[in-house]
């Protein structure tokens, strides 16, 4: 079983839609977790941490649940400019050591 | 703050030869380093972790005298790709960690080195 389990898909949806990424973490002493995004053939950009109380910056929320070690992220009125890969990273404790999920593809259309 | 430099973006070698790819960080300084790899489609996969000044930490199946990782300053951190094979081209990307003062403690990425073994 992966570390990070991410549902890779594409998902394709119109301009304006709400859509929820899941992420399931195998470890349960990880520590910190993030949601990164990578634009094809760019490196990873961080877009938000995810804390245990949910947190939302903007069009973007994300949840955290240590009991079930899922993560999740919303991101609502989709954009254009939404259309990316959506990773999810979990840090485990004590160390610098990241653990990237696969990505999930978004592919946001007019 | 916290910006990570990685050289060259692009390389096309042939079959056998080595390449190197720098990774700078290039204003604050950077005790950890990551080199990660990235095969088309996939998830990026942490290839060893080194702090500066000791041997670098391989991962399982990484092999160390194939990727050679370099630490000598607390701003550079080098993989030589020895005798590289078709198999190898990859998008390689480093990554660095380090105190940033009042930003906290960062982790920034290098924006990552395409190779191509032909």
């Known amino acids: 079983r992966k570390e990070v389990e991410q549902d890779p898909g594409p998902f394709n949806v119109p301009e304006g839609a709400t859509v929820a990424f899941n992420c399931t973490y195998s470890?349960?002493?990880?520590?910190?977790f993030f949601w990164y995004r990578q634009d094809c053939r760019k490196e990873p950009k961080l877009l938000m941490s995810?804390?245990?109380s949910g947190n939302e910056d903007g069009r973007f929320t994300a949840q955290l649940n240590r009991a079930s070690q899922y993560i999740s992220l919303l991101i609502r009125d989709s954009k254009l400019s939404d259309s990316a890969t959506y990773l999810c990273?979990?840090?485990?404790?004590?160390?610098?050591?990241?653990?990237f999920g696969t990505g999930t593809r978004l592919k946001v259309l007019a | 703050g916290a910006v990570v430099s990685q050289h060259p973006s692009r390389v096309i070698c042939k079959s056998g030869t080595s390449v190197k790819i720098e990774c700078r960080s290039l204003?604050?300084?950077?005790?950890?380093m990551f080199w990660y790899r990235q095969f088309p489609k996939q998830s990026l996969m942490l290839m060893a972790t080194?702090?500066?000044?000791?041997?670098?930490?391989?991962e399982q199946g990484v092999e160390k005298d194939k990727f050679l990782i370099n630490h000598a300053s607390l701003t550079l951190s080098t993989l030589t790709v020895t005798s590289a094979h078709p198999e190898d081209s990859s998008f390689y990307i480093c990554?660095?960690?380090?105190?940033?003062?009042?930003?906290?403690?960062?982790?920034?990425f290098g924006s990552g080195t395409r190779l191509t073994v032909v």
């Open positions: 990554s660095a960690s380090g105190w940033l003062g009042q930003g906290g403690y960062g982790y920034t």
């Open positions: 470890n349960s002493a990880s520590q910190s």
């Open positions: 995810v804390y245990s």
């Open positions: 990273v979990v840090r485990q404790g004590g160390t610098y050591k990241y653990i």
């Open positions: 204003d604050f300084q950077a005790t950890t």
């Open positions: 080194s702090n500066e000044g000791s041997k670098a930490t391989y």
